[in-house]
């Protein structure tokens, strides 16, 4: 039976480990890695057009992406991710992981405001709190930039050994630093327009590179840097 290779498996001891094991071990969990890349980078391609002033309504495309951000978005990384850790690939499933939820959380989000519940809520708050909208859209830059250092740190551990994910990482970090600074500005739509592009690239960087690692071969090897196991 032929053994499946780890391309995205961790640091080069954690491969060295992992071309050691016998078939068995590694042909019991399929990889993963391109389900989750495919599913990120539908989602993340998708919300960047709408961010980027692709379509004449903002809003009503981000209402439409809800069932994809919730069940592809998020559902199909949370399985890439529980996939990943099976295997023992710790970083792609932080990364799918993270991402699914935040995809999740973005999908509720949009839920609530073409139901108008997010538009109340954020009246509500800031009239009773008596400071406008600035500090309900202040956490929202917050977690942003949470997720944009969660990016970063994966686009930095994944470039000495996978090359696709680390620059769909960085592209990704940059699309939600700006959207953190996008919404300390009060939804500057400049900065959300720069996001989008940012994610747009992202995204296809993800499916570039979930092509390359479903391909095989030479094409396989183009998406990784260094050594790993390969397919025999």
């Known amino acids: 039976m032929a053994e499946v290779s780890r391309p995205w498996g961790g640091p080069p001891a954690e491969r060295a480990a992992a071309a050691a094991e016998g078939p068995a071990a590694r042909t019991e969990v399929g990889d993963a890695t391109p389900l989750g890349l495919v599913a990120f980078g539908i989602s993340i391609f998708t919300i960047g057009t709408i961010l980027a002033g692709w379509w004449p309504t903002r809003a009503s495309g981000l209402a439409v992406t809800v069932p994809l951000l919730i069940f592809f978005g998020g559902v199909a990384q949370f399985i890439a991710a529980m996939w990943c850790y099976a295997r023992g690939q710790t970083l792609p499933a932080t990364f799918f992981g993270v991402f699914g ?4 959380i973005s999908g509720l989000y949009e839920l609530m405001a073409a139901n108008n519940a997010l538009a109340i809520v954020l009246a ?4 009773r709190l008596g400071l406008g909208t600035l500090p309900v859209l202040g956490p929202l830059g917050v977690m942003f930039g949470c997720f944009g250092f969660v990016a970063l740190f994966v686009a930095a551990s994944s470039a000495s050994r996978h090359a696709g994910v680390g620059l769909t990482s960085l592209a990704l970090a940059v699309a939600l630093f700006f959207l953190a600074w996008a919404s300390f500005a009060q939804g500057n739509q400049v900065l959300s327009a720069i996001a989008g ?14 092509a390359m690692l479903s391909i095989g071969g030479p094409a396989t090897q183009m998406a990784t840097v260094g050594p790993m196991p390969g397919n025999r």
């Open 101 to 104: 939820s935040l995809f999740a």
């Open 124 to 127: 509500v708050t800031g009239q």
């Open 197 to 210: 592009w940012a994610a747009v690239v992202s995204g296809f960087l993800a499916l570039v590179t979930a």
